[in-house]
């Protein structure tokens, strides 16, 4: 069964920062591209950004590059995203995402990517206080 485990979401202040991690099943970890996106109140999915683990590879969303960063560890199985100077806009759930293919592909960028998606994770809240 593939597996993708969200934490470290919270409660933070604007201007603060947080970092949230995935656990990746093993099975998928080097062979899929895996990303984060996250959904507001009433507003649709968004993607963030994408890691190919195979060979370092990322792309982020116009939306927060220069503010999140994407990152793993291979010994534990672990992408994370570290996100700076959060804004209240930023609250949402964010979830760890998994798509089959070669490298990050428009699923993590594009406007209505995430149907491309085959796996997901369950969630992590990161509420952003004015």
């Known amino acids: 069964e593939v597996q993708l485990v969200e934490s470290g979401g919270g409660v933070v202040q604007a201007g603060e920062s947080l970092k949230l991690s995935c656990v990746v099943s093993?099975?998928?970890?080097?062979?899929?591209?895996i990303g984060w996106f996250r959904q507001a109140p009433g507003k649709q999915r968004e993607g963030l950004t994408c890691i190919m683990n195979s060979d370092g590879s990322t792309e982020y969303a116009d939306s927060v590059k220069g503010r999140f960063t994407i990152s793993s560890d291979k010994s534990k199985r672990t992408v994370y995203l570290q996100m700076n100077n959060l804004k209240p806009e930023d609250t949402a759930v964010y979830y760890c995402?998994?798509?089959?293919?070669?490298?990050?592909?428009?699923?993590?960028?594009?406007?209505?990517?995430?149907?491309?998606?085959?796996?997901w994770g369950k969630g992590t809240l990161v509420t952003v206080s004015s």
């Open positions: 995402a998994a798509d089959d293919a070669f490298y990050c592909s428009g699923v993590f960028y594009d406007k209505e990517g995430y149907v491309g998606v085959d796996y």
């Open positions: 093993s099975r998928i970890f080097n062979q899929y591209a």
